[in-house]
């Protein structure tokens, strides 16, 4: 009997995918586990996805022409520059199968997003993984000295999931001088709307500056359109072009079309939103500083606590106390800034936990 069909023998081992906890059925707690934006869209976009609606019988324009002529209105450049996909993560798939064959390396850092080692694996190609410095940023020299022959692709988590450090723009320049422009870098900036560091590197003037930087963008957070998946990539023509070209037909659904436009033209309502967000997260921070917590200099809507091998259990703890929170097992959890009496809640146990567990964390 012939042997029955299997997928490669590699796609057993990807590592899983593990989605922030979600209350249970008939229960309630804060969810700070995935990043979402805590306010609900706004009235005008359930308007524009309600009336958009009315059309799920039709395929939505392909090429989200209206869209990507808005998104790149906002941004200041031309629509030639833009490719938008079923959320940054697929364009960031898309960008890898572009890029990459069997036998090339992709250097990334780590710990950072954790869809990027499944989205390497799948194309084949080998994740070259660089610790983080000890206060969860980017080591650029040490990602730099990692590309060889075989480098195709870098990323460049900025800030960093879910460390929330972002890259400044002199370790920036100076990386992108030592990388061969054979070579690309991706500059995932999905949650730029939060950074409030004046010397963080601007991924927007580096792809006009630079022909082998790409830069990944998203509405799921800020904007608040997480369950409609809309992201974006913006780099020079030529390479906008070969991301079309390798792209899923229709990637982008209608309603998330017609919703990414309408909180376009809200930027303003959007700003204040994130304004706030990063108010809350500077209270949190320094409640959490005070509290003898070392927490990284985050420019996210979300904090890191390195607690390492308690991290599973700080999780368990959080959830009973009300407020759901992402365990990365071994390391430490990220935190989302959400409602402040969710945001409250951790506070109060992580102040309870640094005291019963004083060697957990150092104090700042």
Known sequence: MAPAFRFREDIDSLPAYVPGRRPPAGGSAYKLSSNENPFPPSP???????????????????????????????????????????????????????????????????????????????????????????????????????????????????????????????????????????????????????????????????????????????????????GLRVGYAVARPRLIRGLRAASTPFGVNALGQAAALAALREVAAVTTRCDRIVEERTRVVAELRDAGWSVPETQGNFYWLEVGRHAAAFARESALSGAMVRAFDGEGVRVSVGEAEGNDAVIALARQWLGERSTVAPPV
């Open 44 to 226: 005008a976009v359930l308007s524009a996805v309600a009336d958009a609606a009315a059309d799920l019988h039709r395929y939505p324009d392909m090429f989200a022409t209206e869209l990507v002529g808005a998104i790149a209105a906002h941004l200041g450049t031309e629509a030639e520059r833009i490719a938008v996909g079923n959320g940054s993560v697929a364009v960031l798939e898309t960008v890898l199968k572009a890029a990459c064959v069997p036998g090339d390396e992709v250097v990334h850092a780590w710990r950072s997003f954790e869809a990027y080692p499944i989205a390497i694996q799948v194309t084949g190609a080998a994740g070259v993984p660089v610790p983080l410095r000890p206060d969860g940023s980017h080591d650029l020299g040490a990602m730099a000295d990692a590309i060889t022959e075989r480098t195709r692709v870098v990323l460049v988590c900025s800030p960093n999931n879910p460390t929330g450090t972002v890259v400044h723009d002199d370790e920036m320049r100076e990386f992108l001088a030592r990388v061969p422009r054979e070579v690309l870098v991706v500059v995932d900036e999905a949650y730029v709307e939060f950074v409030r560091d004046d010397a963080a590197a601007d991924g927007m003037a580096l792809a006009a500056e630079f022909k082998n930087v790409l830069v990944l963008r998203t509405f799921s957070k800020a904007y608040g359109l997480a």
